[in-house]
């Protein structure tokens, strides 16, 4: 049964993209791919802002995960960590056998500029690794102010992770200096899994030539090649690359800036009935833009109202992890917008006798 996904990921495809999803096939090494290809990776580039190269990856947001640490990191890398998915791409990097630290700070706080400034003057890394918006904790992570930190430490890049952040706000690539950055399709873009968005900097691409052992899938040279003809290394999910074209051909016609503010709205309004009727786990300051994280202060059965909602044909998501009953949350990314926030509220307090 249909139910609208309310869930930080994969989030909700509407009916008119579900139909772009549909298109025909096309060989991926013909004039028609090389011609879809083509119109992509500009709209891409004009939506991160970056004259760097943007590259479409076959594959979940954690290949890219993966991909960055072997292409990128000769050595040793520095993770900030404050939440299950920021902890993943550390346990990725030393499952590849890297020299990875990690700078933790507790769950539903944000990783801050200063501890990482005392960090890289304390011992050289390759990179940096951070988490835009930390999808278990309905953080985001103040980017820019890292940023700043890492340029003062010129042989060290910054990778981030922008899974739950793309599409939703305005992360200007090449303003804030990102070496590589990435988003899988099924979190702000609204669209099913399959792909992986990245871009990578001058510096980046100069840093994987340097690399001898950088893998086969997610080499990111490979990338540069075959993007030279406009066509990926291997068979992309072609449906999810018509599906993109359409999205960006979306975000453009409205207007970026309007895309993002629908998008903030939503969260706003979230946030308000949240602290209303419950608390919020981000501290101050730092929370999500996709998903609002919220303490489950009236102890309530997460799992019985989404059943209740599953009848109206609407779920939502419970904590991540170690926060599974302490936490619930609400995504408000892909195809939603305020109306559809509002309904999901208004059914939840008619659920919970709230009003
Ligand atoms: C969902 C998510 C991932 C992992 O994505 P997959 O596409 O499932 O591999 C990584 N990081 C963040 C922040 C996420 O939200």
Known sequence: MYKKLFIPGPTEVGPEMLKVLATPQVGHRSGEFQELYARLIPKLKKLLKTSGHVYLATSSASGIMEGSIRNLVPERCLHLTCGAFSERWYEIAIANGKQADKLAVEWGKPNLPGALDEALARKKYDAVAVVHNETSTGVMNPLREIASVVKKYPGTLLLVDAVTSMAVVDIPVDEIGIDLIFAGTQKGFGLPSGTTVFAASERASERARSVPARGYYFDILDFEKYHQRNQTPTTPCIPILYGLDHRLDQIFGEEPERW????????????????????????????????????????????????????????????????KEETFRIGHMGDLDLKDLDLLLNTIDEILGLK
């Open 260 to 323: 993002f503010a629908r998008r903030l709205e939503m969260a706003t309004s979230c946030r308000k009935w949240a602290k209303k009727h419950f608390a919020l786990l981000p501290e101050p300051g730092y929370e999500s833009v996709s998903l609002t994280a919220i303490r489950n202060t009236r102890k309530i059965s997460v799992a019985d109202l989404n059943k209740k909602l599953g009848e109206r044909s609407m779920t939502l998501s419970n904590g991540y992890g170690k926060l």
